[in-house]
């Protein structure tokens, strides 16, 4: 820590609070470069923490965290908030197993007051948290930070919307990095952003609201001057939310250390729902990163000297694989449609948005809307095909039953990825529980591709199926083998891999691999089932009469997935073959390397071997 002399000292935001204001610009620039150092060395989510550094050491030298209470929404960018409590000196086991998380975790520190991983909560928990807060009379103050992409999803202005009306004491700060809604902020902006958040403005408003509540139309003029004044000479976007129920601030040079503790501290005190709008760069400070912030989102181990980011494995991603199906398939059909939530770059949709503009749709991060709106675009003839996150697709479940799935017209279609195990992110981005909530949902089609070359015949299948349809596959690379011509698989049925006695593995996924060498042991029959829904039910007859024991393996969580389907179909024919269902247990899976949690579950070779053994030791036959 000799290169960090300041930061060293600050051990909790305790310490950060003793430091004078002229030594703030000092401590910024060190943890912006403790940041970089310590990222480049360990992998994880870089830019978005480089651009919000002025604004966790503001929040955290104005507020009196933990007492005060700080919520991050989505948790990309709380790295330096982790850095300045108390986890400085853990950052080299950020996203490794038995490390510190990689977003905020209540578990982990008394600072993290919501565990997070996904967009746009904040807000909402916040208010929750105020509201307690303010029957707790204790004085505690709530802040949410929420990006500019997180605002867009529903349930941010849901939670507006009620914040506004229950007129609750909180802030909530709009972190703006990208999304250019406003003029570039100037001296004149944050002069102004001081006047409107000092106690003699405040003073002055709330004492006139007061002597002018009995003058309604005085009143009311005197509101809509403040609200103009407010549109002229910050931004339009102050209108909107004042009409919410908030007083808004801003927008204030997110990287002014100064100026973001000037005004937090006349905010700090202020009544009612408090916003304020910040502008930030992100990846501010590291020149790799500000030019290309999409890149250095979330990265890999890399030279911080060179800024060169490793090249990619030579065996194409999942997502790759979708991109370059959805392109081939847009050149001979114009009625095909790309949808995806903001999350074309992680997607791989990033080359069909500029080869077919007209044909892709970015909804920002409204997941339900985009199910909607592709089952509208359905219903108009056209050929809706969404790549959602697995972890994002959980969050569509009412749109895709009530909406989606009733009708035969409505032809959606899911490619959602990252399903199962997906390594360093941990618990809150495990692809877990797809197979067990879609598989109860009518008229769905669901498919399980065991390599690539399966998984692009089956979002061929999808295309041409004619009915609602998801394929899921995992994050990474796939495994290299050969790309066949397009064909549409038979709809339900398996394909038989290998022939063996006595035991059967039906696998579901890209688990597949993973069988075949304890098949090859124990000599048992491996099925590679594809269809989850619906499943081949033939097969399954055919080897629980052919076999004393089943096995079914899947990347799913073993609660009603496709194991599940199994037993029912056993259950159904009256069939007592032993079955062993093999997939994710009932916990949240914590964060490891892909192949550290699978061997760890015992989903890896030798795993499946073992729990095979064990099953048929039980049983009583060896």
């Known amino acids: 820590m000799n290169n960090y002399p300041l930061l060293s ?13 002229d030594q703030l610009p000092q401590l910024c620039q060190e943890l912006r470069g403790y940041l970089l150092e310590s990222v480049s060395q360990t992998s994880g989510h870089l830019a978005s923490g480089l651009g919000t550094v002025e604004l966790t050491v503001a929040l955290h030298y104005v507020y009196k965290t933990p007492f005060d209470q700080l919520i991050w929404d989505v948790g990309h960018q709380a790295y330096p908030h982790k850095i300045l409590t108390g986890r400085r000196d853990q950052m080299s086991t950020i996203r490794q197993k038995d490390g510190i998380h990689p977003f905020p975790w209540r578990e982990e520190s008394e600072f993290d007051v919501l565990s997070v991983g996904h967009s746009s909560t904040s807000i909402s928990a916040g208010l929750g948290i105020a509201v307690a807060a303010e029957r707790e009379n204790a004085g505690r103050k709530t802040v949410c930070v929420i ?133 930030t760069k992100k990846g501010k400070g590291y020149a790799p990163a500000e030019k290309d912030p999409i890149g250095f989102h979330g990265v890999p181990k890399f030279d911080p000297i060179s800024g060169e980011l ?131 949902i009518p008229n769905m089609i669901i498919m399980t591709p065991s390599d690539e070359n399966e998984c692009r015949q089956m979002l061929y299948t999808g295309y041409q199926c004619g009915k609602p349809a998801a394929v899921r596959y995992p994050r990474g690379n796939a495994i290299g083998v050969e790309l066949t011509p397009l064909e549409m698989l038979p709809i339900g049925k398996s394909r038989l891999i290998r022939e063996g006695q006595k035991i059967a593995i039906l696998n579901f996924g890209t688990l597949l691999p993973s069988a075949l060498e304890p098949a090859e042991k124990l000599n048992a029959t491996v099925v590679d089932m594809r269809f989850v829904k619906p499943i081949d039910i033939e097969m399954i007859d055919v080897l629980a009469q052919s076999h004393d024991y089943l096995v079914t393996l899947e990347e799913n969580a073993i609660q009603g997935g ?61």
């Open 9 to 21: 000292l600050i051990n909790s935001p305790e310490d950060l609070r003793l430091l004078n204001k």
């Open 147 to 279: 990006g500019d992409g997180a605002i867009t999803a529903g349930m941010a202005f849901e939670a507006l919307n009620h914040a506004g009306s229950v007129h609750t004491d909180m802030l909530v700060i709009l972190n703006d990095n990208e999304m250019s809604i406003s003029e570039n902020v100037g001296a004149l902006n944050n002069h102004l952003a001081r006047i409107f958040s000092g106690s003699i403005y405040s003073t002055l408003r709330d004492g006139s609201k007061k002597i002018l509540d009995k003058v309604p139309p005085v009143k009311n003029f005197m509101k809509k001057t403040e609200e103009h004044m407010k549109g002229v000479m910050f931004s339009p976007e102050s209108t909107l939310f004042e009409e919410l129920g908030f007083n808004y601030i801003g927008p204030v040079d997110g990287h002014n250390i100064d100026e973001l503790v000037a005004t937090l501290t006349n905010m700090r005190n202020l009544k009612g729902p408090q916003f304020l709008h910040i502008k």
């Open 310 to 440: 490793p090249k990619h494995n030579t065996k194409p991603t999942y997502s790759k694989i979708f991109g370059d199906w959805l392109c081939e398939m847009a050149e001979k059909d114009s009625k095909i449609i790309g949808i995806t939530p903001a999350m074309r770059e992680g997607s791989g949709m990033v080359e069909f948005s500029q080869r077919f503009p007209e044909q892709y749709f970015d909804v920002a991060i409204a997941e339900q809307h985009a199910v909607t709106f592709a089952t509208g675009l359905a219903i108009g003839g056209y050929k809706p095909r969404s790549c959602d996150l697995l972890d994002i697709s959980t969050t569509c479940l009412r749109s895709i039953n009530s909406r989606c799935c009733h009708s035969k017209y409505c032809l959606y279609y899911f490619a959602i990825d990252r399903a199962g195990i997906v390594g360093a992110d941990g618990p809150t981005h495990q692809g877990a529980f797809d197979l067990s909530f879609m598989r109860c």
């Open 562 to 622: 496709a194991g599940s389907a199994v037993a029912e179909v056993l259950n159904s024919s009256g069939k007592s073959t032993a079955l062993l269902q093999l997939g994710l247990p009932d916990y949240f899976i914590p964060q490891a390397t892909q192949q550290e949690a699978l061997a760890d579950l015992r989903l890896d070779t030798k795993g499946i071997e073992e729990k095979i053994l064990n099953f048929i030791a039980k049983q009583g036959n060896l």
